[in-house]
């Protein structure tokens, strides 16, 4: 059974950081898998945040977050990161890490919490 689990969300005062990880277990060939950041609000639609690919790590950021949000992934540790600085409380959303597979294959986290607040 494949399972992600997120850490690393919490309260932040704006213009801090925080390090969002996310890590799989019981999946194999993980290094296969696109790696994605989403975020949502209960007023909002699921976002998409960022994202990471296979083989070349290529990443693609949405432009709220370009520039402050950096994703990384460590294929031996099975683990997908966001590094998030200089924090809006419009980034303020439960994080999810999504992987996908080119077969289809598609899992959810169960998602972290980020408030940005003074």
């Known amino acids: 059974q494949v399972q992600l689990v997120e850490s690393g969300g919490g309260l932040v005062q704006p213009g801090g950081s925080l390090r969002l990880s996310c890590t799989a277990s019981g999946v194999a060939g993980f290094s296969s898998y696109v790696l994605r950041w989403y975020r949502q609000t209960p007023e909002k639609e699921r976002e998409l945040v960022a994202s990471?690919?296979?083989?070349?790590?290529?990443?693609d950021y949405s432009d709220s977050v370009k520039g402050r949000f950096t994703i990384s992934r460590d294929d031996p540790k099975k683990t997908v990161s966001l590094q998030m600085n200089s924090l809006k409380p419009d980034d303020t959303a439960v994080y999810y890490c999504?992987?996908?597979?080119?077969?289809?294959?598609?899992?959810w986290g169960q998602g972290t919490s980020v408030t940005v607040s003074s």
């Open positions: 990471i690919s296979s083989i070349y790590a290529s990443t």
């Open positions: 999504n992987m996908r597979s080119t077969s289809g294959k598609n899992y």
